[in-house]
Each structure stands twice: as structure tokens, then as C-alpha cells.
T-cell receptor
Framework: DTGVSQDPRHKITKRGQNVTFRCDPI?????LYWYRQTLGQGPEFLTY????????KSRLLSDRFSAERPKGSFSTLEIQRTEQGDSAMYLC????????????????FGPGTRLTVL | KNEVEQSPQNLTAQEGEFITINCSYS?????LHWLQQHPGGGIVSLFM???GKKKHGRLIATINIQEKHSSLHITASHPRDSAVYIC?????????FGEGTQLTVNP
């Protein structure tokens, strides 16, 4: 399967614990995006990377959240000291970015990681 | 007021009916996306358009840039079309999403 993959698919944790999610984009996609989606709502932008550079962060990304893409391939999203309000689906997407012709901005989504904070 | 508004929020149809989902936005955009989300979370891109009309199978998407409005049409709807349909607008590299329309097509 050459699509975007995310791990784990589900995570249940206790309030105050740290969690880390991983996203593997489509190979050779330069751009990688993180979104958060709560029940009944559309996704909300969190942050995005162009290769290993984090180019934009939403105000939603508090100090407890950190994202990395150290080698410009996979990315991790860490949430420290989780709170119940962090319970959501965390979606990752990738796009070709500066390559790929006319469709370079189309984003391909992973299956998401559903986080439940008890 | 949200930057991207969809209507209706929920839509129930009988198999075979023609379906329209509307999206209005209030910001300048470079493109508009229609996405489909099935239970469990997976999102599939249906269309990306910046003008005019696109067609893929039974799906048609239109956009009117002057009126800041887009529609997604499904012809001859089928129960397998049941899903959440999400409109998203792109400004720069960021996507801003509507809240989605839950479509249920009954046999």
C-alpha cells in the first residue's frame, strides 16, 4: 500500500500522560500536514511541513503539542500532559508540494489516529 | 460565522435521487476541495477545482468564484454514497474545512 499511513490507529490514555503519533506520507511527497477533527466537526489545521521545515503552525497547537519531521519523510506529533479536550481524530495528509505538475496541491489523507483521553 | 459553510448538515435520500450539497465561503481562495469521509475516519479527495465544473462518474462539482459558492451533485444516488461530504477551501498551503454534510442514501 503506497498511501499515507498513520500509527497507531487508536490510542486510549489517561489524563496527564504523553502520547506520540506517527505519520508516513506517500513516498517523495514534500509536504506533510497535521489536522485535528472532533466529533461532528470538520478537520482543523494544526501544522505543516515542507520537507523537514515546519512552515506554519496553528494557534490550536499549544505548547503541549510538538511536531517533527526530522528527515523530511515520516513525521511525529507529540502531545504532552494530555487533557480530555485533546480527545479527537488526528489526521495526517501529504501532497507532492513543489513537484508533481498541475495536481501538486492535492492532499492525500491517512486513516487517522483516534485519541481518547480518560 | 465560519469561513466555510455547508448546507444541509444532514441529508437523507432514496436510492436513485439526485443530490446537491452546497458550500459557501467568505475568504479568498486558490482552490476548493470536495472530500468524502467514511465511518472510521478515512478521507478521500473527490475534486479539487478553482473554476468551472468537473465531473467524475456520477459526481459533479461546480464553483462560482464571484459568488464564492460551490455545489457537489450526485446523480442516481446509491446507498454506497452514504458518507460525510466535506468542502474545504485552500488559501496558501492551508485548508479550511466546512463542518461536513452527512448523507444517508436508503435503498
Amino acid at each position: 500500500d503506497t498511501g499515507v499511513s498513520q500509527d497507531p490507529r487508536h490510542k486510549i490514555t489517561k489524563r496527564g500522560q504523553n502520547v506520540t503519533f506517527r505519520c508516513d506520507p506517500i513516498s517523495e511527497h514534500n509536504r506533510l500536514y497535521w489536522y485535528r477533527q472532533t466529533l461532528g466537526q470538520g478537520p482543523e489545521f494544526l501544522t505543516y511541513f515542507q520537507n523537514e521545515a515546519q512552515l506554519e503552525k496553528s494557534r490550536l497547537l499549544s505548547d503541549r503539542f510538538s511536531a517533527e519531521r526530522p528527515k523530511g519523510s515520516f513525521s511525529t506529533l507529540e502531545i504532552q500532559r494530555t487533557e480530555q479536550g485533546d480527545s479527537a481524530m488526528y489526521l495526517c495528509a501529504s501532497s507532492p508540494g513543489t513537484s508533481g505538475g498541475a495536481y501538486h496541491n492535492e492532499q492525500f489523507f491517512g486513516p487517522g489516529t483516534r485519541l481518547t483521553v480518560l | 460565522k465560519n469561513e466555510v459553510e455547508q448546507s444541509p448538515q444532514n441529508l437523507t435520500a432514496q436510492e436513485g435521487e439526485f443530490i446537491t450539497i452546497n458550500c459557501s465561503y467568505s475568504v479568498g481562495i486558490s482552490a476548493l476541495h470536495w472530500l468524502q469521509q467514511h465511518p472510521g475516519g478515512g478521507i478521500v479527495s473527490l475534486f479539487m477545482l478553482s473554476s468551472g465544473k468537473k465531473k467524475h462518474g456520477r459526481l459533479i462539482a461546480t464553483i462560482n468564484i464571484q459568488e464564492k459558492h460551490s455545489s457537489l451533485h450526485i446523480t442516481a444516488s446509491h446507498p454506497r454514497d452514504s458518507a460525510v461530504y466535506i468542502c474545504a477551501v485552500r488559501s496558501g498551503s492551508r485548508l479550511t474545512f466546512g463542518e461536513g454534510t452527512q448523507l444517508t442514501v436508503n435503498p
